[in-house]
C-alpha cells in the first residue's frame, strides 16, 4: 500500500490560515487522498477527500499536485476548535471500482492553534 | 439522528476474561470496520465487514473475533488470546459508493488488568 509522510506537529494563530502538508510519493493512479482529522478521546472526523483536482468544501480546501505526489489541507481561518490530529490517507479502489472505508492511518500531524 | 454507537465508553476487566465491544450504526451502511488506537498512535484496522455475514481481517486480527448477523451491527469480541487489549477501540462505518466518507464512533476505552 502507499504510504503518506506527514509533519509531526505544527503550530498555528487563530484565524490565520493553516497549510497542512502531506507527502505521498508512492501514489497510484487509483488512490484517493483522504483527510480526517481526530479530536482527543473522539473517533476521527472526516474532512475532504480528492483524486486530482483541487477540492473545497465548508471545511477545507485539499490541493493535490499536478504530479498527485503530495498535497495540502488548507484551513482557510483557524480557529480553537481546529486543534486537532491530522490524518492524510490514501484509500484504494477494489476491483469493482469502489472504495470502502478501509484507511490506513497513519500517525499524523499534531496541530496547536493559539488564541 | 443518524449515526453510529459504541457502547460502553470505558470498560474494565481482568485478565484472561473475553469481552464483547458494541458497535450499533443506522445509517443504513453496508461496510462496518473496527480500528485499535494505542497512545500517540494512528489507527490500525483489527476487521472490516462489507456485508451481512462476511468479514475479512485486517492488519491486527490476531487475539480478536467479529460477527456481522445485522447490516446494523458489528460487535467485536478481545479474547484472551489478545496480549496486550488494553487501548482504545473505534468502530466505523461506509457506504459502498465509490469513495465515500467512514463514520466513526466515540470509541471505547478498554483497560484490562
Known amino acids: 500500500d502507499a504510504k503518506t509522510t506527514q509533519p509531526n506537529s505544527m503550530e498555528s494563530n487563530e484565524e490565520e490560515p493553516v497549510h497542512l502538508p502531506c507527502n505521498h510519493s508512492?501514489?497510484?493512479?487509483?488512490?484517493?487522498i483522504h483527510w480526517y482529522r481526530q479530536l482527543p478521546s473522539q473517533g476521527p472526523e472526516y474532512v475532504i477527500h480528492g483524486l486530482t483536482s483541487n477540492v473545497n468544501n465548508r471545511m477545507a480546501s485539499l490541493a493535490i499536485a499536478e504530479d498527485r505526489k503530495s498535497s495540502t489541507l488548507i484551513l482557510h481561518r483557524a480557529t480553537l476548535r481546529d486543534a486537532a490530529v491530522y490524518y492524510c490517507?490514501?484509500?484504494?479502489?477494489?476491483?469493482?471500482?469502489?472504495?470502502?472505508?478501509?484507511?490506513?492511518f497513519g500517525q499524523g500531524t499534531i496541530l496547536t492553534v493559539h488564541p | 439522528d443518524g449515526g453510529i454507537t459504541q457502547s460502553p465508553k470505558y470498560l474494565f476487566r481482568k485478565e484472561g476474561q473475553n469481552v464483547t465491544l458494541s458497535c450499533e450504526q443506522n445509517l443504513n451502511h453496508d461496510a462496518m470496520y473496527w480500528y485499535r488506537q494505542d497512545p500517540g498512535q494512528g489507527l490500525r484496522l483489527i476487521y472490516y465487514s462489507q456485508i451481512v455475514n462476511d468479514f475479512q481481517k485486517g492488519d491486527i486480527a490476531e487475539g480478536y473475533s467479529v460477527s456481522r448477523e445485522k447490516k446494523e451491527s458489528f460487535p467485536l469480541t478481545v479474547t484472551s488470546a489478545q496480549k496486550n487489549p488494553t487501548a482504545f477501540y473505534l468502530c466505523?462505518?461506509?457506504?459502498?459508493?465509490?469513495?465515500?466518507?467512514?463514520?466513526f464512533g466515540q470509541g471505547t476505552r478498554l483497560t484490562v488488568v
Open positions: 508512492t501514489i497510484s493512479g487509483t488512490d484517493y
Open positions: 490517507i490514501l484509500s484504494l479502489l477494489n476491483a469493482g471500482g469502489t472504495s470502502y472505508g478501509k484507511l490506513t
Open positions: 466505523a462505518s461506509s457506504t459502498r459508493g465509490e469513495n465515500t466518507e467512514a463514520f
